[in-house]
């Protein structure tokens, strides 16, 4: 059910004067999740939803598709000509200033721009100023409630335990057979996801050597794929509950195929690790302040750490992604390198923080995940921080 009273206080909260839902035919998906439409009612004609920051809601349907947004509150406008449609949305947006939209400035942001430029043009022409939804979109796509923070803490476990069993596997195969397949860790860990009662959308990463230098590589693929003595393995692996409304948990940890690591593989372990927890304690550092932090802080205090030792160009993705139902959700990312992330981290939300060096012969990335729950509390999940590389064949 559509949530009018709490929409309206988000608004006031952001200051806004209203939020102008817009969709096309199913192009405005985040707009559509907002307004209750199920994929099974794609009209093909132009519809929009006023919600102001008080008083009624506007509809504007077209005439063939008159009832398309009857099971929203308020008021309706019912248009058939083109002209009759920039009337009604002159008629929409009279007296407002502020109005959200899912659009984004030169499409700095692409998470969120949803909406058209012939669009954004006609609604501008009314005399708005059109402000950028993401925070808001938060608020109804990337908070958690209770129930899902423990849903979280039920896949946290599992996710955790499931690089012990990991290491293990790799560690009696090496012993037994002098190798393993990165494939049958990868299925090894699929089958204990089973096992826990978990699904994922896709398998996880299990990189050897300089498999581990790609941060999306699919494992199996490469052109040595087998697990040896004296191997490094970067493991990158996610799920939540098979259950409604679950939400993800997702981790990367690195091992060395030995009894001891070597230097080279620590050096480059303890500047992401530091990275790691100075994005962690930008966070708690916000929230402890009460001041407003958004995502390209978070990144950039992450990326100065491994600037300034040297690896920033070995740097090469955002410092993390928004987490929820999907395993890359749809609030704020961590990200100052592919976006000027603006949009806010909000209470009841999550993400990942995962720096990486990725070099040719191999690469190091160490994942955890935080969430910030509704009184602003700062909670990093993943285990206890992996401070150093597993040392696979340690007795």
């Given at each position: 059910?559509?949530?009018?009273?709490?929409?309206?206080?988000?608004?006031?909260?952001?200051?806004?004067?209203?939020?102008?839902?817009?969709?096309?035919?199913?192009?405005?998906?985040l707009?559509?999740?907002?307004m209750?439409?199920?994929?099974?009612?794609?009209?093909?004609?132009?519809?929009?939803?006023?919600?102001?920051?008080?008083?009624?809601?506007?509809k504007?349907?077209?005439?063939?598709?008159?009832?398309?947004?009857d099971h929203?509150?308020?008021?309706?406008?019912?248009?058939?000509?083109w002209?009759?449609?920039?009337?009604?949305?002159?008629?929409?947006?009279?007296?407002?200033?502020?109005?959200?939209?899912?659009?984004?400035?030169?499409?700095?942001?692409?998470?969120?721009?949803?909406?058209?430029?012939?669009?954004?043009?006609?609604?501008?022409?009314?005399?708005?100023?059109?402000?950028?939804?993401?925070?808001l979109?938060?608020?109804?796509?990337a908070?958690?409630?209770?129930?899902?923070?423990?849903?979280?803490?039920?896949?946290?476990?599992?996710?955790?335990?499931?690089f012990?069993?990991?290491?293990?596997?790799?560690?009696?195969?090496?012993?037994?057979?002098g190798?393993?397949?990165?494939?049958?860790?990868?299925?090894?860990?699929?089958?204990?996801?089973?096992?826990?009662?978990?699904?994922?959308?896709?398998p996880?990463?299990?990189?050897?050597?300089p498999?581990?230098?790609?941060?999306?590589?699919?494992?199996?693929?490469?052109?040595?794929t087998?697990?040896?003595?004296?191997?490094?393995?970067?493991?990158d692996?996610?799920?939540?509950?098979?259950?409604?409304?679950?939400?993800y948990?997702d981790?990367?940890?690195?091992g060395?195929?030995?009894?001891?690591?070597?230097?080279?593989?620590?050096?480059?372990f303890?500047?992401?690790a530091?990275?790691?927890d100075?994005?962690?304690?930008?966070?708690?550092?916000?929230?402890?302040?009460?001041?407003?932090?958004?995502?390209?802080?978070?990144?950039?205090?992450?990326?100065?750490?491994?600037?300034?030792?040297?690896?920033?160009?070995?740097?090469?993705?955002?410092?993390?992604?928004?987490?929820?139902?999907?395993?890359?959700?749809?609030?704020?990312?961590?990200?100052?390198?592919?976006?000027?992330?603006?949009?806010?981290?909000?209470?009841?939300?999550?993400?990942?923080?995962?720096?990486?060096?990725?070099?040719?012969?191999?690469?190091?990335r160490?994942?955890?995940?935080?969430?910030?729950?509704?009184?602003?509390?700062v909670?990093?999940?993943?285990?206890?921080?992996?401070t150093?590389?597993?040392?696979?064949?340690?007795?």
């Amino acid at each position: 059910m559509f949530d009018l009273a709490r929409v309206q206080q988000a608004l006031k909260d952001f200051e806004l004067d209203g939020w102008l839902l817009y969709d096309f035919r199913g192009s405005n998906v985040l707009a559509r999740r907002v307004m209750k439409l199920s994929d099974d009612q794609m009209g093909s004609r132009r519809c929009a939803y006023f919600v102001p920051a008080s008083g009624e809601p506007t509809k504007l349907v077209h005439r063939i598709e008159s009832g398309a947004l009857d099971h929203l509150p308020g008021g309706k406008i019912v248009y058939l000509r083109w002209q009759e449609l920039e009337t009604g949305f002159a008629t929409m947006l009279e007296g407002s200033q502020r109005v959200a939209m899912e659009y984004s400035p030169r499409n700095a942001n692409p998470y969120i721009s949803r909406v058209d430029a012939g669009t954004i043009e006609l609604v501008k022409s009314k005399g708005v100023e059109i402000i950028p939804s993401g925070d808001l979109i938060q608020i109804f796509e990337a908070t958690w409630d209770n129930e899902q923070w423990e849903m979280h803490k039920t896949a946290e476990a599992c996710t955790t335990s499931a690089f012990d069993r990991a290491w293990a596997f790799i560690a009696e195969r090496v012993r037994s057979e002098g190798q393993v397949e990165e494939v049958a860790v990868q299925d090894e860990i699929m089958k204990h996801f089973g096992e826990h009662g978990m699904e994922t959308y896709h398998p996880p990463i299990v990189a050897v050597g300089p498999h581990s230098g790609d941060p999306h590589y699919e494992t199996g693929t490469g052109t040595e794929t087998l697990i040896r003595e004296g191997d490094f393995v970067l493991i990158d692996l996610w799920c939540k509950q098979s259950k409604d409304r679950a939400v993800y948990s997702d981790l990367t940890r690195t091992g060395f195929v030995g009894a001891t690591v070597p230097d080279k593989y620590t050096e480059i372990f303890n500047i992401v690790a530091a990275a790691r927890d100075a994005a962690i304690d930008c966070v708690r550092a916000a929230f402890a302040e009460g001041r407003p932090l958004a995502g390209w802080e978070v990144d950039q205090a992450c990326r100065d750490v491994i600037d300034q030792a040297g690896y920033g160009e070995y740097f090469c993705h955002r410092t993390g992604h928004s987490i929820g139902q999907e395993v890359h959700g749809n609030g704020a990312n961590m990200d100052n390198l592919e976006t000027h992330e603006q949009r806010l981290v909000l209470p009841s939300t999550s993400f990942s923080i995962e720096p990486g060096i990725y070099m040719n012969e191999f690469g190091v990335r160490s994942e955890v995940d935080v969430f910030v729950d509704s009184e602003g509390t700062v909670h990093v999940t993943g285990g206890p921080l992996q401070t150093e590389i597993v040392a696979v064949l340690a007795e």
